[in-house]
């Protein structure tokens, strides 16, 4: 039942958002690796302990957080550090960069479902994608449906174009406008580029269609798109920590990030080298694509609202999380609507579902399997000098999951989320 390795690391690739260019190496060193685990204990659990030790460890990891669930309930929230001044919780707040993409989508289904929007409008009659002075907008726009927007079948292929949302310094240069860009400013400079491909003909991902549709979310409701996700979807959880990240500045009991690299701002037009994590790229471009902050209970919580229809998404939205595409369909796997998914006929008829996110300073990890399991790994980087894959936590946390022999009966979500 193990997700395929391989998989994972196309897939953190794939959700990997590269920084700006002119990236260079950072010359600091790590603290000597220490080993701190707050939250509650789980002597049957310890497997999962043991392996986050093993990787955050091997990888100057400073700060980690793991959460599990089996059969609906909480069984494991933990916090870990490997540097002593560092302390981190059960509750401490991480960039989650790409799953950020399964809250967008279940946004746009919320509007669908209240009969707002539908999955066919196309986002040319939502949005007004005008170009900038002298240039024309591929007439294949106007086949972009919604559906293609959250599947990535809108047209983009950042392999071939590269990553509108990271090419911050080009689009300011090209549209004459200041540092940090606006999401309008992205979406002006695409409307006068030719489309990749055909929009419903193939498969790529794209933040930039995450970002369209964080604007369809806010043009739709009348709202922003953090007060419509916080209002309809995570407040009938009870997920309060949550927040859209800030790129330089940080929440309370959010965790420092780090990189090996440093790259050019581009918070504003000086040009100046910073870390990785703090202004080579805009947090405020990446809210829908990626930019929200959690916990890792925070996603496991989550997590279990796909389980069953409830107040927030009924059954035939949750049927359209899973739909498969038109085009996309590789090594048995598929992109649903902020998910990646792989049916299975082990114990009879399910599936595994899961994403990684991933920037400078940032990995994470959130899965749910076909016979009841979630996990949820946060990682406050994703480089180091070990060159070690940080993919291969999908395994690792596998390893943890069959080597439990009872899992336990308690559950942790009324101490995490109390009503």
């Given at each position: 039942?193990?997700?395929?390795?391989?998989?994972?690391?196309?897939?953190?690739?794939?959700?990997?958002?590269?920084?700006?260019?002119?990236?260079?190496?950072?010359?600091?060193?790590?603290?000597?690796?220490?080993?701190?685990?707050?939250?509650?204990?789980?002597?049957?659990?310890?497997?999962?302990?043991?392996?986050?030790?093993?990787?955050?460890?091997?990888?100057?990891?400073?700060?980690?957080?793991?959460?599990?669930?089996?059969?609906?309930?909480?069984?494991l929230a933990r916090g870990?550090?490997?540097?002593?001044?560092?302390?981190?919780?059960?509750?401490?707040?991480?960039?989650?960069?790409?799953?950020?993409?399964?809250?967008?989508?279940?946004?746009?289904?919320?509007?669908?479902?209240?009969?707002?929007?539908?999955?066919?409008?196309?986002?040319?009659?939502?949005?007004?994608?005008?170009?900038?002075?002298?240039?024309?907008?591929?007439?294949?726009?106007?086949?972009?449906?919604?559906?293609?927007?959250?599947?990535?079948?809108?047209?983009?292929?950042?392999?071939?174009?590269?990553?509108?949302?990271?090419?911050?310094?080009?689009?300011?240069?090209?549209?004459?406008?200041?540092?940090?860009?606006?999401?309008?400013?992205?979406?002006?400079?695409?409307?006068?580029?030719?489309?990749?491909?055909?929009?419903?003909?193939?498969?790529?991902?794209?933040?930039?269609?995450?970002?369209?549709?964080?604007?369809?979310?806010?043009?739709?409701?009348?709202?922003?798109?953090?007060?419509?996700?916080?209002?309809?979807?995570?407040?009938?959880?009870r997920i309060k920590r949550?927040?859209?990240?800030?790129?330089?500045?940080?929440?309370?009991?959010?965790?420092?990030?780090?990189?090996?690299?440093?790259?050019?701002?581009?918070?504003?037009?000086?040009?100046?080298?910073?870390?990785?994590?703090?202004?080579?790229?805009?947090?405020?471009?990446?809210?829908?694509?990626?930019?929200?902050?959690?916990?890792?209970?925070?996603?496991?919580?989550?997590?279990?609202?796909?389980?069953?229809?409830?107040?927030?998404?009924?059954?035939?939205?949750?049927?359209?999380?899973?739909?498969?595409?038109?085009?996309?369909?590789?090594?048995?796997?598929?992109?649903g609507l902020g998910w990646?998914?792989?049916?299975?006929?082990?114990?009879?008829?399910?599936?595994?579902?899961?994403?990684?996110?991933?920037?400078?300073?940032?990995?994470?990890?959130?899965?749910?399997?076909?016979?009841?399991?979630?996990?949820?790994?946060?990682?406050?980087?994703?480089?180091?000098?070990?060159?070690?894959?940080?993919?291969?936590?999908?395994?690792?946390?596998?390893?943890?999951?069959?080597?439990?022999?009872?899992?336990?009966?308690?559950?942790?979500?009324?101490?995490?989320?109390?009503?």
């Open positions: 039942m193990d997700l395929s390795r391989r998989d994972l690391g196309k897939l953190a690739v794939a959700t990997g958002a590269a920084a700006a260019g002119g990236i260079a190496i950072a010359r600091s060193a790590d603290a000597a690796p220490t080993w701190k685990a707050t939250g509650t204990a789980v002597p049957a659990l310890a497997g999962f302990d043991a392996q986050m030790k093993t990787f955050m460890q091997a990888r100057g990891i400073t700060a980690g957080q793991l959460a599990v669930t089996y059969k609906g309930r909480l069984v870990y550090s490997t540097e002593s001044t560092l302390a981190v919780q059960p509750t401490s707040l991480f960039r989650i960069a790409s799953l950020s993409k399964s809250f967008t989508s279940a946004a746009i289904l919320k509007l669908v479902q209240d009969g707002k929007l539908t999955m066919t409008t196309p986002v040319t009659s939502i949005l007004g994608i005008t170009p900038a002075t002298g240039l024309t907008r591929d007439p294949r726009w106007s086949s972009i449906t919604m559906w293609r927007l959250l599947q990535h079948l809108g047209g983009w292929d950042r392999d071939v174009s590269g990553d509108p949302n990271f090419k911050d310094a080009t689009i300011s240069r090209t549209l004459g406008v200041p540092l940090e860009l606006r999401h309008a400013d992205v979406i002006k400079y695409m409307a006068g580029q030719k489309l990749d491909f055909a929009p419903g003909s193939k498969a790529a991902y794209s933040n930039f269609g995450y970002l369209l549709a964080g604007r369809v979310i806010e043009k739709v409701s009348g709202m922003s798109y953090a007060a419509y996700v916080q209002q309809k979807l995570l407040t009938p959880l949550m927040a859209l990240g800030w790129s330089v500045a940080k929440h309370t009991g959010e965790m420092p990030y780090s990189s090996q690299y440093t790259g050019r701002t581009v918070l504003d037009g000086s040009g100046a080298t910073v870390a990785a994590p703090y202004g080579t790229y805009s947090m405020r471009i990446q809210d829908a694509n990626g930019g929200w902050i959690a916990s890792a209970p925070d996603l496991v919580r989550w997590a279990k609202m796909f389980d069953a229809p409830s107040t927030v998404l009924n059954a035939t939205s949750l049927s359209r999380v899973w739909a498969k595409p038109e085009v996309g369909i590789s090594n048995g796997w598929y992109y990646q998914v792989r049916p299975t006929t082990q114990g009879g008829t399910g599936r595994n579902t899961w994403h990684t996110g991933s920037l400078p300073g940032s990995f994470s990890l959130l899965v749910r399997t076909y016979n009841g399991m979630s996990w949820a790994a946060l990682f406050n980087r994703r480089d180091d000098a070990s060159g070690k894959s940080y993919g291969d936590i999908d395994a690792a946390m596998w390893t943890a999951a069959n080597g439990v022999r009872t899992w336990p009966t308690n559950d942790l979500f009324p101490q995490y989320f109390p009503a």
